[in-house]
């Protein structure tokens, strides 16, 4: 093991002061959806001695904490978020795996086959991040209305891939990159074809990749606002647009949007633990190869 | 289990279903494990907790549509079975009541279903405007501010011409009976009615009495003492307590209406009758001086403040009075969302420190007064794909009925018809607690007497929530000089813009 013991005690601490400077937001945030109204706003701020209460999970969710345990009651919150937050999960889900399968494909081609305008194609594809979103809700709206797209998960699914779809091409583009050529070269000497090579070699290399893309994804989608905001209306809701509803005439209902912002952090949490393996190799990828 | 132990216990689970923490089953299902009867939940817990029971029972009975009105639904109703109606509405106390108690007993009885879409005001705005521009009639009803009636005025059927359809009017809707302030200030533009009064947030005074007292200081029933009081105050108990407070975020039409406050009650107004901005001339400079001193006695985050941030401030006890939105006393009443409940009072907006301007001295309908009103009304979309079955609905959430089951079950917002703030029902919650109607004769008075209108023209809402906030917030931040130079240069953006329409 490298250096004193001093030194790596010095780096445990270093370690954990890092982890709890960037845990404490979370925490701050997830401890005001236990907080009774007066708390929330304390001076100075009840950062652990509060009574903890779960009223604020009851409005959200209609879970209640009673003597017999822990009772869901759908529809009996003052708001019932919990199928927006299933509308969240569908959307983010579907939209990383079109975006994804569509984004290795075409990655791939570029990484590997030499075609006219390839490059300017590439520069096209970036280019399209550098377009605010707000530049075509607008449009977008009409076109959705006139489909029957707006407010249906079609849709959603629809917007939130072609959003995330030239950031997956360009990073899955690099982790081709990374992986060497001559590979494809030997099993084309082998007698494999070129989708035989992406299927059974490229692929699995690029597994970590493909996790790290679609994590990123998914977080994309999960956050989105503005598609989800202009391009539904009532059925289909994605998590950010009802936390704004929280904003009310009378002021912002912290504890309730505290409590839907907490329970929302688990599905993208599950998410990164389930690919985390993966994901760690995916972002590494570079400096493993070549 | 001891006795004492139960008992406490007992009165513990009783207190949180009087105050409706608890729901009826959980309640029973508690108290019988308890060792407590239903036969004798009268008996054993004295007068308070079953008083109380008897009243939380009464309310279940009684916070239900008129059978006359659901009998009308469902008559008026039944060629319209299987629509739906969409509604987009900012989070107001009368649209979340209607949305989350109220809708499912329209619902069963007319067959039509309801969506209501709850959303910021800015967004709100946004949606509509999309809907406007498309045609398409996404949303069957419109939620329009005040500040956006004139750019609505066209999209919408006016209300008058609705009710000559016998068929679909309701009986005794009595459209007379909206406060005609209301319908002047929120609902008119030019001869057209942009729809009804629907909810009527309005400036009024709201104070810390106890600290009133126990400085001996007079309450503040003109601007000059309110300006002294806050001064006091923030002598006294500055840095803990600050005697007033305010929503002066830049850029945040809260930002305007805090200034037109204080603009017409120094006798100025926004525009003059021949259309140009006035609120750069001797009184409008007048009303920033005062504003400037007044702003001394405010907490420093108040130019970071939105409305939320000055109501929790007086919530929590950092500011000590707002000449704000009445929409917040029942939250001050609330004793677990606020640490001053019970030590609230209100009271009409303090008297103007120079004679009011009329409505003749002034331009596009501005109405000067110190009660600077808000509100908004409700409209049928002239896009709507189902108009007649959207003008039931319409009748419905504003009908005299809901309108009071909307101010009791929706936390004392303020009426928008005279019988309503007379009915029984309403009346008994003028009691200390969440959810209050207690402030409710001091809003009617505003709304009849002290009350303040912007003017209607169809670039306020531009005016309102972006070019007037962003020079008042630059002026504050001291990026724009002084008061006259920052106000004259608003003059000639402001005067520019009503210039092209």
């Not at chain 1, 708390?39 to 509060?50: E, G, S, V």
Request: aromatic share 10%; with cysteine; glycine share 8%.
């Amino acid at each position: 093991m490298n250096g004193s013991f001093s030194t790596r005690m010095l780096r445990t601490i270093a370690a954990w002061v890092v982890v709890a400077v960037f845990f404490f937001p979370i925490y701050y945030w997830t401890s005001v959806a236990f907080k009774h109204g007066n708390d929330i706003f304390n001076r100075p701020p009840k950062l652990f001695a509060f009574t903890p209460t779960f009223d604020n999970f009851q409005k959200v969710f209609g879970i209640s904490l009673g003597s017999g345990g822990i009772t869901v009651t759908p529809g009996g919150g003052n708001f019932y978020m919990a199928p927006r937050v299933w509308d969240s999960i569908v959307i983010a889900t579907l939209s990383t795996v079109l975006a994804v399968a569509i984004a290795t494909l075409a990655a791939y081609a570029l990484s590997r086959m030499n075609f006219r305008g390839r490059h300017s194609f590439v520069g096209w594809v970036l280019s399209t991040r550098m377009m605010p979103p707000v530049a075509v809700a607008v449009p977008m709206f009409f076109i959705y209305k006139n489909f029957g797209l707006i407010d249906t998960y079609t849709g959603m699914v629809l917007i939130h891939a072609l959003m995330n779809l030239p950031l997956a091409v360009l990073l899955m583009k690099s982790f081709f990159d990374d992986i060497p050529s001559e590979i494809d070269e030997s099993a084309i000497v082998d007698g494999a074809s070129r989708f035989m090579i992406f299927r059974r070699i490229v692929l699995p290399m690029a597994k970590g990749g493909i996790a790290a893309t679609a994590v990123l994804c998914f977080i994309f989608s999960w956050t989105e606002f503005l598609f989800a905001l202009t391009l539904t209306t009532t059925s289909v809701k994605t998590v950010p647009v009802v936390s704004s509803t929280f904003v009310t005439s009378i002021g912002t209902a912290w504890g309730n949007m505290a409590a839907l912002g907490a329970a929302s952090i688990i599905p993208a949490f599950i998410v990164i633990l389930l690919v985390q393996k993966h994901l760690v190799r995916g972002l590494t990828m570079g400096s493993l190869k070549q | 289990m001891k006795d004492s132990i139960r008992k406490a216990h007992l009165a513990s689970v009783t207190d949180r279903f009087v105050r409706g923490q608890m729901d009826r089953r959980s309640f029973l299902r508690a108290a019988s494990i308890l060792g407590l009867g239903a036969g004798a939940l009268g008996m054993g817990l004295g007068r308070r907790p079953f008083y109380g029971i008897s009243q939380a029972s009464a309310q279940e009975q009684e916070l239900k549509p008129s059978a006359e009105i659901t009998k009308w639904l469902s008559d008026v109703g039944k060629p319209f079975a299987g629509t739906t109606l969409r509604l987009a509405t900012e989070s107001t106390p009368p649209s979340n009541a209607i949305a989350t108690q109220l809708k499912q007993y329209f619902e069963e009885a007319t067959g039509i279903k309801v969506e209501i879409e709850v959303l910021p005001l800015e967004q709100v705005l946004q949606k509509l405007t999309l809907d406007v521009a498309s045609s398409l009639g996404t949303y069957d009803l419109y939620y329009i501010d005040q500040s956006w009636a004139a750019s609505f005025s066209q999209d919408v059927f006016d209300p008058r011409e609705q009710l000559k359809n016998a068929d679909l009017a309701m009986p005794n809707y009595n459209i007379d009976d909206f406060l005609k302030p209301l319908v002047d200030g929120i609902a008119m533009y030019e001869d057209r009615m942009v729809g009804v009064p629907y909810d009527i947030p309005i400036f009024i005074m709201q104070y810390r009495k106890d600290v009133w007292d126990e400085l001996k200081l007079p309450p503040p029933a003109t601007l000059d003492d309110l300006l002294k009081a806050s001064a006091a105050i923030t002598d006294a108990k500055g840095p803990n307590m600050y005697g007033t407070s305010g929503q002066m975020k830049s850029g945040h039409y809260s930002l305007e209406c805090d200034w037109t406050a204080w603009l017409w009650g120094h006798g100025g107004s926004i525009f003059g009758p021949d259309g140009k901005f006035t609120g750069n001339d001797e009184a409008g400079l007048a009303a920033m001086a005062y504003w400037d001193k007044l702003k001394a006695t405010m907490p420093p985050g108040v130019d970071g403040w939105t409305w939320d941030g000055e109501g929790q401030s007086v919530g929590q006890g950092v500011a000590a009075s707002m000449l704000s939105w009445g929409e917040f006393f029942p939250f001050f009443d609330d004793p677990k969302a606020s640490k001053v409940s019970g030590l609230m009072e209100a009271m009409v907006p303090p008297k103007p420190a120079a004679t009011l301007r009329t409505v003749e001295q002034t331009g596009f309908g501005e109405i000067p007064g110190v009660g600077h009103q808000g509100g908004s009304s409700l409209a049928v979309s002239k896009y709507s794909k189902s108009p007649d079955a959207a003008w039931i609905f319409m009748q419905w959430a504003t009908s005299a009925d809901t309108q009071a089951l909307i101010t009791v079950l929706g936390g004392g917002t303020g009426p928008t018809r005279t019988s309503v703030y007379d009915d029984p029902r309403v009346l008994a919650n003028a009691r200390v607690g969440a959810g209050t109607t207690r402030h409710l004769p001091v809003v009617r008075d505003t709304i009849a007497n002290y009350m303040g209108s912007e003017p209607d023209l169809p670039a306020w809402a531009e005016l309102s929530s972006d070019m007037i906030p962003v020079a008042l917030g630059k002026y504050f931040a001291g990026q724009s000089g002084s008061a006259k130079e920052s106000l004259d240069a608003l003059k000639t953006q402001v005067d520019d813009l009503v210039a092209k329409g």
